[in-house]
């Protein structure tokens, strides 16, 4: 028996909520699984980053295939798997290629053990595997979520914006590992930063429970990562401020880049300005960028 399972691109942080906010977006990866008795994983992968995607034990969907199995206890039981990726979210550029890898694997998995763990149990499996739960909680629940870790144990809201939004992102011709840039962080912050980040976290998510658009001008604005991580993405400030210019509510950094993703409403039809203003301001620092237009 094969399932296939559906996982969305992740955008992590949306600026103020560095390491617990977090939206899923429509750009998909789509994982067909059977586990087997026989020892070994097949893997094949068509699409976004086949080629560079491991296809053995290094593999991100088998070794959480795997992990969901012993966690189970079954792990002698399956000893193998049949993996098929067709992949569309872009590898290693902030828009949570590894997470929807995580979560495909558990996903799948759990469903042909007949689902034995529940949603909350994926998403703790799924947050201790990847570190932080920004990625994974979205891409489990969808929508909007807002993620804490409480010595180790994960909680997360989801919530549907109360308006429509569009999410134009600007993805560079080049990749970013999160490891490095979570190197470029300090191990503490300034308290004024954390004021800043705290107040703008808090307001972005009100605004978007009640619909109150006038609030998010200013939101997206961050202190904690996006200024040391800035030197790795030449030009952000200035696609930031060229997708503002051109009708977008803000900007932020997605994940831990390179993308960066402006946030628009849909009923302004501005994604199309914004999505060509990022870009110029890109090529300005000599940096190519692909326009997503996504939900
Ligand atoms: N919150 C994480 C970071 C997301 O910014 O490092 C990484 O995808």
Redesign the pocket.
């Known amino acids: 028996r094969s399932i296939w399972v559906r996982v969305p691109g992740t955008s992590?942080?949306c600026g103020p909520g560095?390491?617990s906010i977090g939206l899923a977006c429509t750009v998909y990866n789509d994982l067909q699984l059977q586990l087997t008795e026989a020892p070994g994983c097949r893997i094949t992968i068509n699409g976004a980053g086949a080629g560079n995607i491991p296809c053995d034990d290094r593999n991100i969907v088998w070794q959480s295939v795997q992990y969901l199995l012993k966690k189970a206890g079954l792990a002698d039981t399956y000893k193998g798997a049949i993996i098929h990726m067709e992949n569309n979210v872009p590898l290693s550029r902030?828009l949570?290629s590894s997470a929807t890898a995580i979560v495909a694997g558990l996903k799948g998995a759990n469903a042909l053990i007949n689902n034995r763990f529940t949603r909350r149990e994926l998403l703790q499996f799924a947050t201790d595997i990847e570190g932080?739960p920004?990625?994974v909680a979205p891409a489990i629940y969808g929508g909007f979520t807002i993620s804490t870790v409480t010595r180790g144990d994960v909680e997360c809201f989801t919530l549907i914006p109360k308006m429509r939004l569009k999410l134009v992102v600007a993805v560079p011709d080049f990749p970013l590992s999160?490891k490095k840039?979570?190197e470029v962080l300090p191990k503490e912050v300034p308290m004024k930063d954390a004021i800043n980040n705290i107040g703008r976290a808090g307001m972005l998510v009100a605004a978007l429970c009640k619909g109150n658009e006038k609030f998010l001008r200013n939101v997206f604005e961050d202190a904690l990562?996006q200024p040391y991580r800035a030197k790795l993405i030449p030009g952000m400030y200035d696609v930031f401020s060229a997708a503002k210019k051109a009708g977008a509510l803000g900007a932020s950094l997605s994940?831990?880049g390179p993308c960066l993703i402006a946030y628009c409403l849909q009923r302004r039809h501005v994604e199309d300005a914004v999505g060509q203003a990022m870009q110029e301001a890109f090529a300005r620092h000599g940096v190519k960028a692909n326009i997503l237009s996504l939900e």
């Open positions: 992590a942080n560095f390491d902030g949570g932080h920004d990625n999160t840039a979570r990562h994940g831990a």
